[in-house]
């Protein structure tokens, strides 16, 4: 039921992302709120994540996926989230999926639990993981290309989806 899911945020990622590209202009007005836990001490400051904004965590993102190109969707007024899609030639093996964790690791990124894989008949290789960096995060998986979007995205048969997410400032 899980791979169903993950299909079908593919499918609405791949249709909303296909004609986006990247905001520079609001991507670099978005960030996350301020934490009101956060401790104003010396050693909390010292060990806290540096703080980015969009353009910045599109851009550690955009790196940890090269060669391949994902396309983001233009953040709207008011949102929170961020999706995109970046097409594969092939799915991607556990290993190339690991390498773009390990890239966004060296990036200040930490992940937030396990790494899910799944290699079957049914739905081939499908890897999916979030990521955290102070009140960012991310969202990463890979999978094959939908039947769906196979045509439009041709050659391509794998993706690699992402949704950027932060704490809403007051929407």
Same mark, same amino acid.
């Given at each position: 039921?899980?791979?169903?899911?993950?299909?079908?945020?593919?499918?609405?990622?791949?249709?909303?992302?296909?004609?986006?590209?990247?905001?520079?202009?609001?991507?670099?007005?978005?960030?996350?709120?301020?934490?009101?836990?956060?401790?104003?001490?010396?050693?909390?400051? %010292?060990?806290?994540?540096?703080?980015?904004?969009?353009?910045?965590? $599109?851009?550690? *993102?955009?790196? #940890?996926?090269? &060669?391949?190109?994902?396309?983001?969707?233009?953040?709207?007024?008011?949102?929170?989230?961020?999706?995109?899609?970046?097409?594969?030639?092939?799915?991607?093996?556990?290993?190339?999926?690991?390498?773009?964790?390990?890239?966004?690791?060296?990036?200040?990124?930490?992940?937030?639990?396990?790494?899910?894989?799944?290699?079957?008949?049914?739905?081939? %290789?499908?890897?999916?993981?979030?990521?955290?960096?102070?009140?960012? $995060?991310?969202? *990463?998986?890979? #999978?094959?290309? &939908?039947?769906?979007?196979?045509?439009?995205?041709?050659?391509?048969?794998?993706?690699?989806?992402?949704?950027?997410?932060?704490?809403?400032?007051?929407?």
């Amino acid at each position: 039921m899980r791979r169903l899911g993950l299909s079908a945020v593919m499918i609405s990622i791949l249709a909303v992302t296909g004609c986006g590209g990247s905001q520079d202009g609001d991507a670099a007005a978005a960030k996350p709120a301020k934490s009101k836990a956060a401790s104003a001490s010396p050693a909390t400051q %010292k060990s806290k994540a540096p703080e980015r904004n969009l353009q910045q965590v $599109e851009r550690d *993102l955009r790196f #940890a996926v090269a &060669p391949h190109k994902p396309q983001m969707q233009p953040l709207q007024s008011g949102s929170c989230i961020v999706h995109g899609v970046a097409p594969t030639r092939r799915v991607l093996s556990k290993a190339e999926f690991e390498a773009i964790v390990g890239r966004l690791q060296k990036r200040g990124w930490s992940p937030l639990g396990p790494l899910r894989y799944s290699d079957d008949e049914t739905y081939g %290789k499908m890897s999916y993981l979030r990521l955290q960096s102070g009140e960012w $995060e991310i969202s *990463l998986g890979s #999978a094959p290309m &939908p039947s769906e979007m196979r045509e439009a995205y041709a050659p391509n048969e794998g993706s690699i989806i992402a949704a950027i997410s932060w704490k809403c400032t007051g929407a």
